[in-house]
């Protein structure tokens, strides 16, 4: 595996990971994110629906907590977990953990890690890690590592036995990894700890730099375990660390600010999770990534009707003549205007209106999309919103049918995969500034 960059900007990388997998011949364009799945599957979809969406990424993600409860079926098999799932052509990168589900701490030992599956707590040694490994016959890996979320404030000597039990787990990885006919053309990925300790983590990387890996993992970064400003000041301290040359990827961060802010600072792969999580919320993905402005378009701007206009109860939406600015404005109906009496009425439900659109994603539980008949994003491409409507979104939801979850993780999935290369887009043609800046006004 090797990663040839094309530019590297004020620390961002744009370019193509070459000779992937265990034939050595894909590629991988970064930055990019990963497909998320669980047990082996994209949740709500089948290989079928998974087919109507645009710009799904070669690796797909699995994850021992959700399949290491099923190592004796795969080693009976012996064709590998790719197959095995139905994705026998696919790139597999197997992490410890489900971003969507974090694991309880204080389970770790010297010598186990502790992972949670459908029957509770799987208990893994270094032999049965890498057991598991020789049966899934994955394209990379994470190395087994303790990697148990650890609190702001955790103590030194936590933090610091993180980091020797995790280079302890590399070492001897390596050494069956090396032994290994069947994982002899898998790459195996190093994993940074070190909390909130800036020694620790520079340690950490120091010493996993010296080991034989095929990429490195920034693990602990996930959820609210440390401020935003530590968390970004850690990233950059790490990658600066880093050699060019080897893809780094990151668990845990999935928001667009936030990847953004993390492609500011080196990191080349993320978990393809958010997605998921937004589904699970009963919400669709909203937020706009379109940096480039149309001139053309900006010079009528005073003979545009604005995206949405609202008459009583009708909503009309105007497409081919959105400006920029009214786009990213999508996920935000107009207000609501009527005369007489019935201001203050109107008024009332357009303010609950705008407090239900939280950041990136409207929630489609809201009683206010019973009578909407738009898209749930205007001039989506994506199967679910040529076909159909916010107001059907929220009739499935309200009566639990099963194909919310299918069609919102359609239209979810489609939406994130096009933000991602809208961000490789940006990167070459220069935008990168302006695509941040335009995330970064439509968070809340």
């Known amino acids: 595996m090797k990663l040839i960059l094309s530019s590297i900007v004020n620390g961002c990388r744009?370019?193509?990971?070459?000779?992937?997998?265990?034939?050595?011949?894909?590629?991988?364009?970064?930055?990019?994110?990963?497909?998320?799945?669980?047990?082996?599957?994209?949740?709500?979809?089948?290989?079928?629906?998974?087919?109507?969406?645009e710009g799904?990424?070669?690796?797909?993600?699995?994850?021992?907590?959700?399949?290491?409860?099923?190592?004796?079926?795969?080693?009976?098999?012996?064709?590998?977990?790719?197959k095995f799932i139905g994705m026998p052509d696919s790139l597999i990168y197997c992490s410890l953990y489900d971003p969507a589900s974090p694991c309880p701490s204080g389970y770790n030992t010297n010598k186990t890690v502790s992972v949670w599956g459908g029957g509770g707590r799987i208990e893994l040694t270094l032999s049965k890690f890498m057991?598991?490994?020789?049966?899934?016959?994955?394209d990379w890996y994470q190395c087994m590592a303790d990697g148990e979320p650890l609190t702001?404030?955790?103590?030194r000597k936590r933090i610091s036995k993180s980091v020797d039990r995790t280079l302890a787990f590399l070492d001897n990885s390596l050494t069956v990894h090396q032994n290994s006919?069947?994982?002899?053309?898998?790459?195996?990925?190093?994993?940074?700890?070190?909390?909130?300790?800036?020694?620790?983590?520079?340690?950490?990387?120091?010493?996993?730099?010296?080991?034989?890996?095929?990429g490195f993992l920034l693990d602990g970064f996930q959820?609210?375990?440390?401020?935003?400003?530590?968390?970004?000041?850690?990233?950059?301290?790490?990658?600066e660390e880093l050699p060019e040359d080897k893809p780094r990827l990151i668990h845990g961060i999935g928001k667009p600010d936030e990847v953004l802010e993390c492609i500011s600072r080196g990191v080349d792969l993320f978990e393809g999770f958010f997605p998921y999580q937004v589904t699970e919320q009963g919400r669709a993905l909203s937020f706009n990534f379109k940096y480039k402005v149309d001139p053309e378009t900006e010079e009528e701007k005073s003979l545009v009707v604005p995206f949405h206009q609202v008459q009583g109860q009708q909503l009309i939406s105007s497409c081919t003549m959105m400006t920029n600015k009214q786009y990213e404005d999508n996920h935000v109906l107009a207000m609501l205007h009527s005369n007489g009496s019935g201001d203050n009425e109107i008024s009332s439900k357009s303010s609950a209106c705008e407090r239900s659109m939280t950041a990136f994603s409207i929630d489609l539980k809201n009683e206010q999309f019973r009578a909407d008949f738009s898209p749930l994003v205007e001039c989506c491409p994506c199967y679910c919103c040529k076909n159909h409507t916010r107001a059907y979104l929220y009739h499935l939801l309200l009566t639990n049918e099963l194909l919310a979850g299918v069609l919102l993780m359609i239209h979810n999935l489609h939406h994130y995969f096009a933000f991602f290369q809208a961000i490789r887009d940006a990167l070459k043609d220069g935008y990168l500034k302006e695509l941040k800046e335009l995330i970064a006004k439509q968070k809340l």
């Open 223 to 239: 959820g609210d375990t440390m401020p935003d400003d530590v968390k970004l000041n850690l990233i950059s301290s790490v990658t």
């Open 14 to 53: 744009h370019g193509k990971l070459i000779d992937v997998g265990r034939n050595g011949r894909r590629s991988l364009d970064i930055p990019g994110c990963l497909l998320y799945t669980r047990t082996g599957t994209v949740p709500h979809l089948t290989h079928d629906t998974l087919s109507l969406i």
């Open 181 to 214: 006919e069947v994982l002899k053309n898998t790459e195996i990925v190093g994993v940074v700890e070190g909390g909130d300790i800036l020694e620790e983590r520079l340690r950490s990387v120091r010493e996993t730099m010296k080991r034989p890996v095929g």
């Open 152 to 155: 702001l404030g955790s103590s």
């Open 56 to 82: 799904i990424p070669e690796p797909v993600h699995l994850t021992l907590s959700t399949l290491a409860e099923h190592q004796e079926v795969l080693e009976e098999y012996k064709e590998g977990i790719g």
């Open 131 to 138: 057991a598991i490994q020789q049966a899934f016959k994955p």
